[in-house]
T-cell receptor, first 110, second 115 residues
Framework: GNSVTQMEGPVTLSEEAFLTINCTYT??????LFWYVQYPGEGLQLLLKATKADDKGSNKGFEATYRKETTSFHLEKGSVQVSDSAVYFCAPRPGNKLVFGAGTILRVKS | DGGITQSPKYLFRKEGQNVTLSCEQN?????MYWYRQDPGQGLRLIYYSQIVNDFQKGDIAEGYSVSREKKESFPLTVTSAQKNPTAFYLC??????????????FGSGTRLTVV
């Protein structure tokens, strides 16, 4: 079946540190891949996406590259800010439904 | 602006009551979804609908019911049969067809508390 494995959190970083949140997936076919972000008390917002192998999605300094050979879509940011503190969800879309990972809590300290 | 609206933002339910959560979208999306999120947890799919007057159970449908009488609206009823309804409920909508890379648009959520 379809599934997603995300790095367990919480991930705690100091401001301006480098961020990586790992995501690997098992999915049928050739899914589009998404990262969503959820700030406290809010719904999920689309952060970035990639639709084919080797595509790089990017937004607000975050990046992730579609790695078909390793079925991975790791999220990276070169310098995190306190305002990046949130929960991050990796989600492939192999069909008409997204498959969500468990989410990774990111805490950034000033 | 197009979007998806959930109401109310906060809802309190007494034991034994049914309550209905509203979800409306003006994005002309075909598909709509309801998720439940518990503190520190991921999303669990309750129900989804891909067309008017049709819907399918998700992973945790017991104790919940939905209707899809209009394309724009997908209300969720939490019935008294749901024994632990306190949670954050999220509604989402999407275009169907995964080839073009469509994700979901989410509402801002309803926090339901049993009192």
């Amino acid at each position: 079946g379809n599934s997603v494995t995300q790095m367990e959190g919480p991930v705690t970083l100091s401001e301006e540190a480098f961020l990586t949140i790992n995501c690997t997936y098992t999915a049928t076919g050739y899914p589009s891949l998404f990262w969503y972000v959820q700030y406290p008390g809010e719904g999920l917002q689309l952060l970035l996406k990639a639709t084919k192998a080797d595509d790089k999605g990017s937004n607000k300094g975050f990046e992730a590259t579609y790695r078909k050979e390793t079925t991975s879509f790791h999220l990276e940011k070169g310098s995190v800010q306190v305002s990046d503190s949130a929960v991050y969800f990796c989600a492939p879309r192999p069909g008409n439904k997204l498959v969500f990972g468990a989410g990774t809590i990111l805490r950034v300290k000033s | 602006d197009g979007g998806i609206t959930q109401s109310p933002k906060y809802l309190f339910r007494k034991e034994g009551q049914n309550v209905t959560l509203s979800c409306e979208q003006n994005l002309n999306h075909d598909a709509m979804y309801w998720y439940r999120q518990d503190p520190g947890q991921g999303l669990r799919l309750i129900y989804y609908s891909q067309i008017v007057n049709d819907f399918q159970k998700g992973d945790i449908a017991e104790g919940y019911s939905v209707s899809r009488e209009k394309k724009e609206s997908f209300p969720l009823t939490v019935t008294s049969a749901q024994k632990n309804p306190t949670a954050f409920y999220l509604c989402a909508s999407s275009i169907l067809g995964q080839g073009a890379g469509y994700g979901y648009t989410f509402g801002s959520g309803t926090r339901l508390t049993v009192v």
